[in-house]
């Protein structure tokens, strides 16, 4: 079905074609995008909204997950 | 094996690594980002952020824009909504890579190439980023510059994260040649001299003033821990649910080889 096995001789690898993949990873990676925006970066050099809600919210996250705050 | 068994398992693994990312955030984070809002609050460093008034934090982190969250929600909700989220994302971005990476790296079995792919996303996304650009506590930093830092630092991440597909596409070339030992060899030595190029040219940022250097150890350190127990578990749990999940299928399918085979 959804596995394509490579050739090799005694253990079988699946792996998962890419036609399968594609709308996943782009459509996870830019929900993963938007997220990661909004804890790491959003209300410091960018806001969207503007104010400072969001920042204040995730602020020691920021610091501690290493991203610049302010 | 299919792209949602890998999102899935990912996002409970992002899951269960932001809670622990949280609790050792907690414990070895927050004294000293409390203890460099007080030397901020003090007005001891050169760069006090903002343009708010001194000394009337009075314990609360800036607020001069009139939105006001206490310390008390920052250090305990905030920080845990930031974890989490941060967690359930690159949770589920590890897990399509590791589902790209199924069967496309050498020989390894699905546990093996899903734990290859946490160790190398841990190096390119925070390790290399943390060694050029390290986080810096609450009273470190202009406020100006925050612009030009955020890109920089942002810059610096893609650069690695290029770099490092960039090396296992070279792994990839190389290994049926010239086998594992070259192969790795070449693509890590490739990645290294990448980002040390990358770091080397990139514009240094040194605004830490006289704030106390025990102070700032013990802030990076409680941050590097931070990021290695997010990566570390993501890894760990992510590589022992596909395996798991790998051997379920693979003793469906041969249960089916053997049925078919009556």
Redesign the interface.
Known sequence: M???T?A?PE?E????P?R??AP??LF??L??AF??F????DQ??VSIPA???IH??????????????? | MTPRNFLVRGLLAGLIAGILTFAVAYIAGEPSVDAAIKVESAGEAPHAHGQSAPATHDGDHHEENGTEVSRQNQSTWGLATATISTGIAFGGIVALAAAFALGRIGRLRPSQSTALVAALGFVSVALVPFIKYPATPPAVGNADTIGSRTTQYFVMLAISVLAMVAAVMLFRKLVDRFGTYTAVLTSAGAYLAAVILAGALMPTVNEIGDFPGDTLWYFRRGSLLTLATLWGVIGIALTGLIGKLYAQESATQARRDLAASL
């Open positions: 959804s596995q394509v490579t090799t253990i690898i699946p792996s998962i890419l399968e993949l996943w990873a996870f990676g929900i993963g997220i990661l909004f804890i790491s970066a410091g050099a104010g400072t809600a204040e919210w995730v602020h020691d996250g920021r610091h501690l997950l290493g991203f610049p705050c302010h």
